[in-house]
C-alpha cells in the first residue's frame, strides 16, 4: 500500500485517501472486486483510477456518460496520465487509433460506452488482452444504471454480466451514488457481484440545508426563495419541457439569468446553455431531469424542485448536485396533492408489469413520507438509504419543528365527505362540500343535503388540502388515477373512522411571504 500512497501523491497530488478510498483500492489491487456505494462528489474515479495504475494492463472503464467521459481523459491527460475513450462521438479513423493503442499496451485507462463495449469487435479486443493478463481491471460507472426501477435505466448495462462469464480472473469494480438497498441488491445480482466486498460510504451532505414548503402560488415562493439567492449559480427542476419554458420566460422577466434545459431543444443549445451555466456565474438553469447527471460544478448553491421527483434517489440525486464545494447549499421543493395524483396516473397507466409498478408506487410513497414527516428530513431520508442520523438541525423541520395537533375529528370529516359521495370526488371538490361552498357541482349532485355539508366551515380550503395530503401520505387515502384523482378510502383508514385511534397531524408549515394568517391548521 506504501506504492499506493506514493502513486495517489505523486500523480494526484492528494496527500492522502479520503474516506474508504484506501480499502477499495487495497481491494483492487489484491484482485477482488468491489461495490462502492458513495454519494456524487466522494471521491468514486479515484477508486478505479489508481489500481488501474498500479495493476499491469489497461483499466477499462464503461460509462455512460458520453459528456464526461472527455471530460475526465482529459483530466487524467493532464496528470500526466494515459487515457482515452470509445464512443459515438468518434470518427472511425480516431477510434481505430485508440484501438490500436490499446493493442500496443500505450493506455493505463481507457473508458469505453457500454454499446461499444458490447461489440464483437471490442469483445475480440478484450478476448486478445485478456488472454496475455493486460487487462488490469473493470470498471462500471453510474451501476445503478442497470436497475430496471431506476430513473437511469440503460438496457446494455444488463448485459455487463458478460465481463464477469468471459473474464473472470480480471478484478471488477462497481460504483454508483444510488444507495437504495433494492437497487444495490439489483447491481449485485445482476452484474454477478455476489463476491463483491461492499463498501458504502455516509451519504450524508450535511452542507445542504432541506426545505419543503406546501404549494400554493409557486412562483411568489419561488421567487422569494430566489431572492436569497441573488446572483448564485442553481438549478431549478421541473417535470416538463412546458414548465421549464415557462418558467424560465418569468424568471428572465423578474431580472434573473435564467436558462432552460430538456430533450426539446437541439443538442447545440443545450450544450451552450450548460456551458455557460458551468463556466458564468449566477446563472439559474432551469430543467427536467435531463440535465445534471455528470455535470461538474461544484458552486452550486441550490437545488429547487417546483414538482415532486418520483423517488427518494431521484430527489437525492438531484439535490445532491448542490454544494459539492461544502459551502452551504440549499434543497428545496414545493409540493402539493396533485404531484401525487399526476406520479400515480403515470404509474397505473403505464405498461410495466405489475411488478414494476408495484415498487415505483413504494418509491412514490418514500417520497411522500418525506415531504410530509414531523421530523428531521435528513434522518428520514438517510434511513431510506440504510443510514441512521441524529436529528440533523439543517433542515426545516429542524429548525422549526411543526406542531402536531389531534387530526382525527377533521380526518374523520373528511373521509365521510368521501364516502358519502360514494368516493368519485377529488380532493377540491370534496373541500367545497366540508365548508359548505355552493359551487355548480354541488348543485348539480345535490351534495349540499349531505350530512357533511358544511361541517368544515372552521378550516380554509388550504388547511384541508394539508389534512388531504397528509392522509394521502400515511395511506388512509389513495388517489384513483382512473378517476380523476377520487380519493378512495383504504383499509387503513377504518380504525381512524371508528374513532379506534387518534390521528396525529402534522400543522401547516408557515410560510415564507404573502402569508396570509390564516386559521390552524
Ligand atoms: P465522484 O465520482 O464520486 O462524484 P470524483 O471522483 O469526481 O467524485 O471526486 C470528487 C472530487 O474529489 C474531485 O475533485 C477529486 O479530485 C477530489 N478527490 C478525490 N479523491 C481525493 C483525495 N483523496 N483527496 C483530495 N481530493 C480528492
Ligand atoms: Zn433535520
Redesign the pocket.
Known sequence: MAEALET?QRV?G?????GR?AEIVDRLLGGGDALVL?????????CYQLPALLRAGTGIVVSPLIALMQDQVDALLQLGVKAAFLNSSLDAATAMATERRLLAGELDLLYVAPERLLTDRFLGLLDRLAGEERVALFAIDEAHCVSQWGHDFRPEYIQLSILHERYPQVPRIA?T?TADALTREEIRRRLGLEEAAVFVASFDRPNIRYTVVDRDNPRSQLAAFLAGHRGEAGIVYCLSRKKVDETVAWLQTQGIAALPYHAGLDAETRRAHQQRFVREEGVVMVATIAFGMGI?K?DVRFVAHLDLPKSLEAYYQETGRAG?DFDPAEAWMTYGMNDVVIHRQRIDESAAPEEQKRIERQKLDAMLGYCETAGCRRTLLLRYFGEEHEPCGNCDTCLAPPELWDGTEAARKFMSAALRTGQRFGAGHLIDILRGKHTEKVAQFGHESLPTFGVGADLDEAGWRNIARQLLAAGLLHADAHHYGALKLTDAARPVLKGETTLMLRRQSVRVRGAKKRAAP
Open positions: 495517489l494526484f492528494f496527500p492522502a485517501f479520503r478510498q458513495m454519494p456524487t462528489g466522494g471521491g468514486k474515479s479515484l460504483l451514488a461538474d461544484p459539492r
